[in-house]
């Protein structure tokens, strides 16, 4: 463990989790774990900038942490815990604020959009970033996997350290974006422009790990496609297809050309019902070993030992900070 890079990142529990989390991040995630000392944490205190009903909260952060180990996310070869278990986090993140300048946090692209859509957005809105730094810099993550819309935060967190580090000497290591490219983006079925999101509101575009065999079938059988009758990779003008063709190489070892070599001359029924099959198939042996957890002592192991482990981490931070600043009796 000791002299492999350190790679940590998190997800909100905000919506329930979706196909295209599983192969665009948990599966990137899981692929790196033999090579990397890696961190995943539910990022639940990221959740609450924007009002969550407690019960919905509760429920999911439960299955989110049994989802990723049902993923594949091996909880010996990964840190597993929940960002709200270690108070650290946060009293890390007020001495991070301290370091840091309204004007900066108030340029942060996600925040002057999200501040636009609701006049009476919360003040954790602006501070979010800070919070991210906490979690990134706490465990001196050598690397941060993220899509491309959080890179400007885990920027933010670079500068953040170095300039604590200039003003009260060498604490923290500076953090990498590593921009998940290498997975591919799982479009909606339903409108195949905008990339399926836990967010989103209309269920019919977005398949959820936890879907039943039906409504992934349905939603599936369902999605967009074009008016031609060729199952051809071209994102451009054939976005529904493409993106039917994306989920099947992610989850088999075909590619694009093999794929649309099986579906010659048959219709898009028959390939929707061989993506549906495929679908099917990953996400109900992610559910069987879903169910052995959701309820099981393991997992509670498996969240106490992470807590016990970061919240270590987070306080030796926490209190080599306060020395630095003068913060003591
Ligand atoms: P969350 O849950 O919103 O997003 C989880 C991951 O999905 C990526 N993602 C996207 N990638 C590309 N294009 C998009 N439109 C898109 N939407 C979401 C996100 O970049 C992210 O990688 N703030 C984080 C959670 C977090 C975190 C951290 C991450 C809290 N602390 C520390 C890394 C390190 C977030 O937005 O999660």
Known sequence: MENKKRLLTGLKPTGDLTLGNYIGAIMQMVKRQEEFDS????ADLHAITIHQPPEELRRRIKEFIALYIACGIDPKKNTIYLQSDNEFIPSISWLLECSTYYGEASRMIQFKEKSKQNANFTLGLLTYPVLMAADILYVDSDYVPVGIDQKQHVELARDIAERFNKMYGETFKLPEPLITE?????????????????????????????????????????????????????????????NLINICISLTNDTIQQVEEKFVGKNYGEFKKYVAELVCDRIGKIQERYEELINSKELEDILNEGAAKTKQLAKDKYEAMRQKMGLVR
Request: proline fraction near 6%.
């Open 182 to 242: 290498s997975g591919v983006k799982i479009k909606d079925l339903k409108d195949p422009s905008k990339k399926m999101s836990k967010s989103e509101e209309n269920p019919n575009g977005v398949i959820c790990l936890l879907d039943t065999k039906e409504q992934i079938t349905k939603k599936i059988m369902s999605a967009t496609t074009d008016s031609e009758m060729q199952v051809k990779y071209d994102p451009e003008n054939k976005p529904g297809i493409s």
């Open 39 to 42: 961190y995943l944490f539910v």
